[in-house]
């Protein structure tokens, strides 16, 4: 393949016209246009379809597309590489997982240290399901994965898990509906509009047990998979939520909200799962170390 007319391709598709693309690589739509269809021959089929007066990508196009993105993505990432070799200089990638159960304020605290180090850090943060950022950290894709809860002894990842810290859990309401509940705090939930996280959430399952040990039966309003949507939720005054006690603060300035109560008894847990068992790494040595006194804010 002629990376050549590749980077053609990728540059009419990215600009979303050849006329457009051909303004940008300072050559005629005509030699362009050539030299894609050169391309569309060495693949055997089209890339681009007419629509209207212009043109969009086939589903051939679309796939070789994303193909190209990270072609090209490689070779900027290669010329940086080399550039900071020639500098002296040296940048050190972090490539982190953050499962998207964690809130994104204590995954901001956890992982502050890493960027204080005296070499140049660049911090990757990939969000996602915790298996998946698993597999990812399995093929060394990642070099440590933030979540919630820690690494099953099922899962056949060769990985071990480093408690960073736990919180205890408040719930708040904004002002309107905390008025409204009656009673001492738990009780006050018995028959309150409640926002949840997701079932699949270690919280969760965690929560209900809670429930079921102080007999509550709160009307469940919702359920969430991103935490800051059903923050968003409570702050509209649609029912009551909970969120770690270490981010009460903003977590009232931010939505509006006020503290109903807080326990001891629904504590949630941070982990850092790592390929690791003994941690070299300067940047996860760096959170580890201040784990604890910046989940805390201490």
Known sequence: MNFKHLHYFWAAAKAGGIVRAGEQLHI????????IKLLEDRLGCALFRKAGRGLELTDEGRLVL??????????????AKLS?????????????GIADSV?????????EPALGLAEHVRLICHEGKFQDLLGQLAV?????????????????????????GSTEMSFFAAPALKRSLAGEFPQCLDGAPMLLQSSTSAMRQRFDFW????KIRPHVIGEFDDAALMKAFGGEGRGVFM?????????SAQY?????GRTSELVEEFYAVTVERQISHPCIAAITERAEQQLLGT
């Open 211 to 214: 429930l079921a040990m102080h």
């Open 243 to 251: 969120t770690p006690t270490v981010l009460e603060s903003e977590t």
């Open 140 to 164: 060394h894709r990642l070099d440590l994965v933030i979540a919630d809860e820690p690494m099953s002894r099922q899962i056949s990842v060769k990985a071990f898990n480093h408690l960073l």
């Open 256 to 260: 509006g909200v006020r503290v109903v």
């Open 66 to 79: 994303g193909y190209a993105d990270q072609i090209f993505a490689l070779s900027a990432e290669l010329e």
């Open 28 to 35: 005629s739509p005509q030699t362009l246009s050539g030299q």
């Open 103 to 111: 809130p994104k304020a204590v995954a901001y605290r956890l992982l």
């Open 84 to 96: 900071e070799a020639r500098s002296g200089e040296r940048t050190l990638d972090f490539q982190v």
